[in-house]
């Protein structure tokens, strides 16, 4: 979903995706409509062997990868192939490499860590190990395989690959297998998914595992501070990490008397985990947080003192610090987290507590973004193992912005070196530009939304900007809002805080909001501040008197479909009314991810975990009395976004929503396709609804046709989801979401403000002075409202174009149903390309 070519930001590198020249033959091998576009049914595992194997540490949505690996393999007829205990089951054999069946994986989507095992491998690691792995596969037949791991994992799987020949005339030699399957089996294929919570892998947004790893760390720091605000309590929290070498590989290549330089570029990367710690700091408002990327200046420890100090003296408390295990000074002195906590005690006295989350984070059901992200990498590692010929390099399936991507296995392993070698050699800031803008972002936005700086050192503009609430409430309005209010303070504006949105505003319900008015909002689901739908339109005049009454030179929105309609309604408002010429930004935030300009929006994600774990305690309700259809109704308007992505997150039969009509015969084939089902293991079903897909089909509409049409099969149940899906505490992504997203918004403003004061008054009439800030693709975008028009289907609420449609063949070929499936992003392998930061940037933060 990514322009090719183009600078992309990724959490670690920043690097441009390079399409390379397809070779003629290579079209060959799909079928490709009068459009161009390319559709893979025509591709074909028949013949083929595919074996999955999770290895290393274990992380939450292997599971999701395992199950969208083996369907997918079935489903285009190749033979799948469980192997158990990673890299050791491999080394062994025999019953530790089991041909996997559909119902095999049936019910290992919602449940974390690995279900095949996982082991580290010290066999596999000497070339007698990989000689034994090597005759087990050919034994089998299996010459296709899907690996699912950290660094160290996939860069074993490349390394045997590169012995296969080798392995296989050893074979030969020692009459373990004859000539003929030498030849046959002669290549190894190998494409490699990155689980892993820490999320340090270059070349993809996020590692299967990393936001469920999230999740777990803000479930505890949310429990965390009712008991520290109980106590007035300070506590230091240390996210588990790691600082591994795979010293066993490297001494491997040292063994094989390859050059210095080289072993250098294969070996894997000294890493410690990071990421973790920045983003759960940024969604949880921490005090203070230390990692190994930006070890804090000399004398830290009093300006931490002097922070959290402060911090009570404005009436908080608590305080939280986190760190990164792995922590360090300027000078390389560790940071641990009972120095911290002895330096707080011996300095301010407060009561001090320690809490070391440990495996914690590595445990519990995955989230609905790892499940998807699973399902899809999963999906297309088989998709690239059929595509693959002896010379294809061992590729990694990455995502980029909205889509998936494949990039060379070892290009991405010596990027991810880079960063630890920055460190190692002092280069603290180069390290965070290393770790790409996404991570230095998050860097920078955290710095400026913890650390107040003194009146006397803030600018002062002269200038009032209002924020306020728009629509249904929507989880991560709260941490918007929150982001807003503090950087306009630090950018030198009075904040104002509208409450019950356009209903609120023309009654003059505004008041000045302060830092320490938001502290501990970023947590908090709701809105604080009140949220009406009402829209402006009757009220302009009213409206227009408060802006004057209180200058109001600037305005953020944060809401829904009704906040874009509005900031439509001040921009066509301003003909008649000069208090509106003044710049205008709306920041996305609806459960129903409907607003046209951006692919997501606020509070969406935190609403897909409702839908998703609901889901899954029904699933479990059905266990035990089996043969039991559950209809599910979800909200979202005429948007199909909780239904679709919510049934893929949550292993769904059927979703049925607007974008997509549907007859009576396609509800009875689902009722044929459920009766096969029962037939089989896996006696239940789960079919999700939108709550406007069709105005006839209702839920009790098709919820008494399954019961009848199913009558002696199965028997069915229903359940209206309804408002849960809107409340609950925000997800991390969500919290960062509407951290960062409101933060850009802000910064805007303050440039808009400065290009627009002329003769002592702030005025703005152009198009580009009245925009909706949204994510399209992977970047943050600025969007005129007018130009968005066209975009609109407003009958129905809904972009008339939305990129997670495409989407919904997955959730169909996971579930058995024959489809057609566009795969015309897929199938090239991407290059990486690094782009060095400047010396002169070197010391930017």
């Known amino acids: ?189 190998i494409v490699g998914m990155v689980g892993s919570i820490d999320n340090d892998f270059c070349g993809t947004d996020m590692t299967i595992g990393t936001d469920s790893a999230l999740h777990r760390i803000i479930e505890v720091v949310d429990a965390i501070m009712t008991t520290a605000q109980s106590h007035q309590r300070t506590f230091v929290l240390e996210v588990m990490g790691r600082h591994l070498a795979n010293f066993g590989i490297l001494n491997t290549l040292k063994s094989r008397v390859i050059p210095a330089t080289q072993v250098t570029n294969v070996c894997v990367c000294v890493c410690v985990l990071r990421y973790l710690a920045l983003v759960s700091a940024l969604a949880c408002g921490a005090d203070w947080v230390l990692i190994p990327e930006m070890p804090p200046e000399d004398g830290w420890e009093e300006k931490m003192c002097q922070k959290l ?37 011996s300095r301010l006295g407060f009561d001090t507590r320690v809490t070391i989350l440990g495996h914690v984070q590595r445990g519990g059901t995955p989230s609905a973004f790892d499940r998807i992200l699973a399902s899809r990498m999963g999906v297309e590692a088989v998709l690239a193992l059929l595509e693959t010929t002896a010379n294809t390099p061992a590729c990694v399936v990455s995502l980029c912005g909205n889509q998936s991507v494949r990039l060379p296995l070892m290009e991405c392993v010596q990027m991810t070196q880079e960063v630890q070698k920055a460190m190692d050699e002092g280069r603290f800031e180069e390290a965070v530009k290393l770790r790409g803008r996404s991570f230095e972002n998050n860097l920078k936005t955290y710095k400026l939304l913890a650390h107040r700086k003194p009146e006397s050192e803030l600018p002062h503009s002269n200038f009032n900007v209002a924020v306020l609430n728009v629509g249904a409430p929507a989880a991560g309005m709260n941490a918007a809002v929150r982001s807003a209010v503090r950087v306009g303070i630090s950018e030198g504006h009075k904040m104002f805080a509208v409450s019950d949105g356009f209903e609120g505003f023309h009654k003059g319900q505004i008041k000045e909001i302060k830092w320490a008015d938001v502290g501990g909002w970023t947590g908090q689901g709701g809105s604080l501040l009140g949220t009406k739908r009402t829209l402006p339109a009757k009220h302009m005049g009213k409206i227009a008197e408060q802006m004057r009454k209180y200058n109001i030179n600037a305005l953020l929105l944060v809401g829904g479909f009704e906040a874009y309609l509005g900031l439509m309604e001040l921009l066509e408002a301003r003909g008649k009314y000069d208090e509106f010429c003044v710049p205008m930004v709306m920041v996305p935030s609806t459960v129903s991810n409907n607003v046209p300009g951006s692919d997501l929006s606020i509070g969406a994600d935190t609403a897909l975990n409702a839908i998703t774990d609901t889901c899954d305690r029904i699933k479990q309700s059905a266990s035990g009395t089996k043969r039991r259809v559950f209809i599910i109704e979800t909200m979202g308007g005429y948007c199909g976004y909780l239904a679709s992505v919510g049934g893929l997150a949550a292993g769904a039969d059927a979703a049925y929503i607007y974008e997509e ?185």
């Not at 969208?68 to 285009?76: E, L, N, S």
């Not at 404005?314 to 940071?335: M, P, Q, W, Y």
């Open 1 to 189: 979903m990514h322009e090719r070519g183009k600078v992309l930001s990724f959490p670690f590198i920043s690097f441009s995706c390079q399409k390379p020249e397809t070779h003629p033959s290579h079209l060959n091998q799909h079928h490709w409509n009068p459009d161009n576009k390319k559709f893979f049914e025509s591709l074909s595992g028949a013949g083929k062997a595919i074996a999955v194997l999770t290895s290393g540490g274990d992380a939450q949505g292997m599971n999701a990868a395992v199950r969208a690996v083996v369907r997918m393999g079935i489903y285009v007829g190749a033979k799948v192939y469980f192997i158990h205990e990673g890299y050791q089951g491999m080394v062994d054999g025999g019953d530790n490499i089991k041909e996997a069946t559909w119902e095999s994986v049936s019910s290992m989507l919602q449940v974390g860590g690995t279900v095949i095992g996982s082991a580290r491998c010290k066999e596999f690691r000497a070339h007698e190990g990989r000689l034994k792995a090597a005759h087990n596969l050919v034994q089998r037949g299996i010459t296709n395989l899907c690996v699912i791991g950290g660094d160290g994992s996939l860069t074993g799987a490349n390394l045997f690959r590169e012995e296969w020949s080798g392995l296989l005339a050893e074979l030969v030699q020692q009459g373990l297998i004859d000539e003929e399957a030498s030849q046959k089996y002669s290549a190894l294929h």
């Open 309 to 345: 100090s402060a911090t009570r003296s404005r009436g908080s408390r608590l305080n939280i610090i986190i760190v990164a295990e792995g922590a360090t000074d300027r000078h390389g002195k560790a940071i641990t987290s009972s120095i911290v906590k002895d330096l707080v005690v």
């Open 661 to 845: 009509p549907f007859d009576i015969r396609d509800l009875q084939a689902n009722v044929e396709h459920l009766t096969q089902k029962m037939k089989t293991s896996i006696q239940r079903g789960l079919v999700l609804r939108n709550e406007n897909c069709n105005e006839n089909y209702t839920t009790d509409f098709i919820y008494q046709l399954y019961s009848e049409e199913g009558r002696g099969v199965f028997d069915c149940r229903k359940n209206v989801l309804g408002h849960m899906q809107q409340g609950g505490a925000p997800s991390p992504f969500d919290r960062n979401f509407g951290t960062k997203i409101a933060a850009k918004a802000m910064q805007w403003i303050s440039k808009k403000l400065a290009e627009t004061y002329r003769q002592g008054r702030v005025f703005a009439n152009t198009e580009d002075s009245a925009c909706l800030l949204g994510m399209r693709r992977r970047a943050l975008i600025f969007q005129p409202v007018v130009q968005l028009k066209a975009e609109t289907d407003f009958v129905h609420r809904i972009p008339k174009e939305q990129w997670w449609l495409k989407l919904r063949p997955l959730m169909k070929i996971l579930a058995k149903y024959r489809t057609s499936y566009d795969v015309s992003d897929s199938g090239q392998l991407e290059h990486v390309v690094h782009n060095r930061p400047k010396e002169s940037d070197a010391s930017a933060i």
